[in-house]
């Protein structure tokens, strides 16, 4: 069983819907739509980098755009999945049926962005419930700190990882939790929540540091040497280190806080469990430079399994490997 973290809608405009009508949902622009209903993942991106904006107004990056027709492909296809939804102090979940999901038309919520229209896409599913399957009720300010990070998304969606997973249907179960809590890092969570969730650092921040300063080492020693076919070549087209920051932490946002090629949320330097899953900064061609449009944020482990192989390729066979129900 996957597990996916909602939000529906900018301002959650959508959840009203999607309680009464037992449903998950997405959206999609009115003249993007043609593309997807022929399946045309390439005109779709084409389209959206030509037409389309981020929520900061930007132009998007082809992995954003590939996400934004991937997170439709999501909705179409969950079945029997767990989906999780936070309603201010309240948290929510239901599983997926496998009926087609029903499109409608509607005005949009955000005209100035988004044209007078967009698409509703709407998948069924059980009631929602804001109770464990043992009856208790589910709150938000109830979660363990550590379980608030990664149970809620500001984006339109994300699928958790197996371990956050198995917490999240654990809960929804009401077992027994301790196999999380118990862990080291989760202690050390709800301590700093007793201090007022006091850092030394920003996480976030000190792991854009940590991939400015890994592209700054990688430059510096590609720089006077041979570079072989095989090598990625390695430049740093932007003014300076403040800059190159910048650009990234915007890419995290338009990401929405998940991996560009897997989809599953990046964790970061000092709050992370899984050292393969903290974010790592990717060129989408890796022949190319570290420039505009072809850079991307991946877990630390897609980057090493991606190595120099061609962006498009390596995304057909994850989806290859996504399509396998184990």
């Not at 998940?258 to 709050?271: F, M, N, R, S």
């Amino acid at each position: 069983m996957r597990v996916f973290i909602a939000n529906f809608g900018q301002e959650n405009y959508l959840w009203p819907k999607c309680l009464a009508k037992s449903t998950v949902a997405t959206i999609n622009n009115e003249d993007a739509q043609p593309y997807w209903e022929r399946g045309d993942r390439h005109g779709y991106i084409a389209h959206a980098l030509a037409n389309l904006k981020t929520a900061r107004g930007q132009v998007p990056t082809k992995p954003v755009a590939s996400r934004w027709y991937s997170l439709m492909e999501i909705i179409s296809e969950t079945s029997g999945d767990l989906w999780i939804h936070r309603a201010k102090d309240e948290l929510w979940w239901t599983i997926t049926h496998p009926e087609p999901m029903t499109v409608t038309l509607e005005a949009a919520f955000t005209p100035e962005r988004d044209g007078p229209r967009i698409y509703e896409l709407h998948k069924p599913a059980d009631p929602w419930s804001d109770r464990t399957r043992k009856g208790a009720r589910l709150s938000w300010n109830g979660l363990h700190p550590k379980a608030r990070d990664f149970l809620f998304t500001e984006g339109t969606l994300q699928q958790l990882s197996p371990d956050y997973a198995a917490y999240a249907l654990a809960l929804v179960n009401g077992d027994d939790l301790s196999e999380w809590e118990d862990r080291p890092i989760w202690r050390t969570k709800v301590a700093n929540a007793g201090r007022g969730g006091a850092v030394v650092y920003d996480a976030v921040e000190k792991s854009i540091w940590d991939m400015v300063d890994t592209v700054k080492k990688t430059v510096a020693q590609a720089n006077g040497q041979q570079v072989l076919k095989t090598v990625k070549l390695k430049l740093n087209g932007f003014e300076d280190e403040d800059e190159f920051k910048a650009y990234i932490r915007n890419l995290i946002k338009d990401q929405e806080g998940v991996c560009a090629l897997t989809g599953l949320k990046l964790q970061y330097a000092g709050d992370c469990e899984d050292p393969q899953m903290l974010c790592s900064l990717d060129r989408i061609d890796s022949s190319g430079h570290y420039d505009r449009g072809n850079l991307q944020v991946v877990c630390r482990f897609a980057n090493f399994w991606k190595g120099n192989s061609n962006d498009e390729e390596f995304r057909r066979l994850l989806a290859l490997v996504r399509s396998v129900r184990l």
